[in-house]
T-cell receptor, first 110, second 115 residues
């Protein structure tokens, strides 16, 4: 079992809709969680991180964390074609090491 | 500020050859990480340095892989001899402090193809 699981997708949504990206993790000791966006052929770039249970909002992005269920999600409101990318979920179980999922590909159609 | 700089961007070489990948972290960042990304396994941490000292190399797949950081502004990842299964995108990343509460900044990566 991978430590961080993501559906590979693609997740297809129309422009203006809400995209919901999900991630589960196996290490209950994980302390913080990160969402990175990676455009094709490019490097990952950090979108958001979250430590506490609940929601964290930043512009069109909302990260949600449920430690009891070991579940992290990223909501993208008013999705734009420019949001089309692969979204990587990462957890931090400690020792300066991030564990990444394999990513979910998001396609936003005009 | 300049970001993390990696070279070369692309490398194509034949099996058995030595490959050296280079990385210049962001100035002032104390941590440097080397990752490998493949479709099957995603992004995997190979090794990381703190203040130029290798801390954890448990992700290095075999003895054919080695990494050094002779100073705060330069690191290398070497594969000798290279094999086709080493083909992947290799990323270098740096962070100011520990990764638990600080973002990692990634370089543009080196796309490595071993024929």
């Amino acid at each position: 079992q991978k430590e961080v699981e993501q559906n590979s997708g693609p997740l297809s949504v129309p422009e203006g809709a809400i995209a919901s990206l999900n991630c589960t993790y196996s290490d209950r000791g994980s302390q913080s969680f990160f969402w990175y966006r990676q455009y094709s052929g490019k490097s990952p770039e950090l979108i958001m991180f979250i430590y506490s249970n609940g929601d964290k909002e930043d512009g069109r992005f909302t990260a949600q964390l449920n430690k009891a269920s070991q579940y992290v999600s990223l909501l993208i409101r008013d999705s734009q074609p420019s949001d089309s990318a692969t979204y990587l979920c990462a957890c931090y179980p400690g020792f300066q090491k991030l564990v990444f999922g394999t990513g979910t590909r998001l396609l936003v159609s005009p | 500020d300049a970001g993390v700089i990696q070279s070369p961007r692309h490398e194509v070489t034949e099996m058995g050859q030595e490959v050296t990948l280079r990385c210049k972290p962001i100035s002032g960042h104390d941590y440097l990480f080397w990752y490998r990304q493949t479709m099957m396994r995603g992004l995997e941490l190979l090794i990381y340095f703190n203040n130029n000292v290798p801390i954890d190399d448990s992700g290095m797949p075999e003895d054919r892989f080695s990494a050094k950081m002779p100073n705060a502004s330069f690191s290398t990842l070497k594969i000798q001899p290279s094999e086709p299964r080493d083909s992947a995108v290799y990323f270098c990343a740096s962070s100011r402090t520990g990764v638990g509460h600080q973002p990692q900044h990634f370089g543009d990566g080196t796309r490595l193809s071993i024929l």
